[in-house]
């Protein structure tokens, strides 16, 4: 693989030409200035590949992202159109050499390491990072521990939630491995800060979202049926029932239910936790008293879109139905509309109201954990307690799972 040199003039015109906008544009530019281009070239990367913009769906059966991502690409038309800083075209070349003949198919394959949205949010991190050292003049690679404790201290008092000061931890690490640097997170000095962060923003965290109940989704799945919203009832019922994540149910399909007689189960082929794409199946259960039936629903649905294929779920525009598939925030708007609806405050409920609600509901219930973690694709029952919240729940429900008695 052919290294190519590239000056500042032509790195600023890489910069210009990655459709950023003007005030990122000449944030970056000053940090290569200041730092040097090394401190942005992961992110050229990433770019280059088309992976950060916020339209593509990570899906691989997405053909926008398939022809976005390069996946469907001539291998020599992906090296011929490199424009990469010699310090990135040429990372396999040492100390891994891969023979000229292998390096586009190496170069077509190694951009994709990572999901769309996790690059897109180191990314998001990073700028923080990169007008932070702006301003107090410190070096951002390789970062100082004194430096990297600074940066999520300073961040964690603005006043943000935990997983944002967090994804600034996160983005730290995921450039230093980029550069085959140690990553200041990994000293001591460091960890007790971050350790007072947790304790002070995690566990505890007064911005997490609350949970819902299934109780509270039937009365919001009524509401927007009287709205003769039949799609984001339904939304609100595979999501709740199935435990999904905000971007699972966005790339849901036709093609990924299965029906059984009356039940249906979905099939959730790749997954934060399943970035490799192995799936999964989710039952789709029918509790004892509960007020609405997710399978039922989810098959009279289908019924009524009269198709085969396509996405479960997509966007509304003058009043007709698209092809595009829905995102994340719109599944959030949808959350919050409704739960406005049955009286409650939106300010404190998100898309994972439905997933926390739905673990929290059965954990109380008593339900097996190792049941729970598996419905919930997590990868461990460990991962079961930050969606643990019983306290953001009514306390006539929490009686219930007691007594067996409705209040």
């Known amino acids: 693989m052919a290294n190519k040199h590239i000056g500042r003039s032509d790195l600023d015109s890489i910069i210009d030409s990655l459709g950023w906008d003007i005030e990122t544009r000449m944030m970056l530019r000053s940090a290569v200035s200041r730092f040097g281009e090394e401190v942005i070239e992961p992110f050229i990367e990433v770019e280059r590949a088309g992976l950060t913009s916020a339209r593509k769906n990570y899906n691989v059966r997405n053909p926008q ?3 976005a991502s390069g996946v469907n690409e001539d291998p020599q038309q992906v090296l011929s ?11 396999w070349s040492a100390p891994h050499e891969v023979p000229p003949a292998f390096g586009a198919s190496v170069e077509k394959f190694a951009h994709r390491f990572r999901a769309p949205r996790t690059l897109q949010r180191h990314f998001m991190s990073w700028k923080k ?3 932070l050292c702006l301003q107090v003049d410190v070096c951002p690679l390789p970062m100082s521990v004194g430096t990297a404790a600074g940066i999520v201290s300073h961040i964690a008092e ?3 939630g935990y997983g944002e000061v967090k994804a600034i931890r996160d983005a730290i690490v995921f450039v230093h491995r980029y550069k085959r640097l140690e ?7 460091f960890k007790r800060v971050w350790a007072g962060i947790t304790r002070t923003l995690g566990t505890d965290n007064p911005n997490r979202v609350w949970a819902l109940t299934r109780d509270e989704v039937g009365r919001m799945i009524e509401a927007a049926r009287k709205e003769r919203r039949e799609d984001r009832a339904v939304a609100l019922a595979v999501g709740f029932e199935g435990a999904l994540r905000s ?14 007689g009356d039940r249906a189960s ?6 934060k936790t399943d970035q490799t794409g192995n799936g999964a199946y989710v039952e789709l259960e029918l509790r004892a008293r509960a007020p609405f039936d997710a399978s039922k629903m989810l098959i009279a649905w289908i019924e009524r879109l009269g198709r085969s294929e396509g996405y479960l779920f997509v966007d509304v525009r003058n009043g007709r139905l698209t092809q595009d598939p829905i995102n994340s925030r719109t599944f959030t708007r949808s959350v919050k509309r409704y739960v406005a609806r049955i009286g409650l405050d939106p300010s404190n409920f998100a898309s994972h109201s439905c997933r926390a609600g739905w673990i929290t509901e059965e954990l109380i219930l008593r339900r097996p954990e190792a049941e729970i973690a598996t419905h919930a694709r997590h990868a461990s029952t460990e991962m079961l307690l930050p969606y643990y919240r ?14 067996g008695e409705r209040a």
């Open 247 to 260: 971007e699972e149910l966005c790339n849901l399909r036709i093609e990924d239910v299965h029906v059984r």
């Open 65 to 67: 992202y398939n022809a």
């Open 158 to 160: 603005t006043g943000v």
């Open 390 to 403: 019983p306290r953001t729940l009514p306390r006539n429900f929490v009686r219930y799972a007691s007594t």
């Open 266 to 271: 979905i099939y959730v082929a790749r997954s």
């Open 129 to 131: 990072i990169l007008r």
């Open 81 to 91: 159109d490199s424009f990469l800083p010699a310090a990135i075209a040429g990372r």
């Open 183 to 189: 990553s200041p997170t990994d000293d001591y000095d």
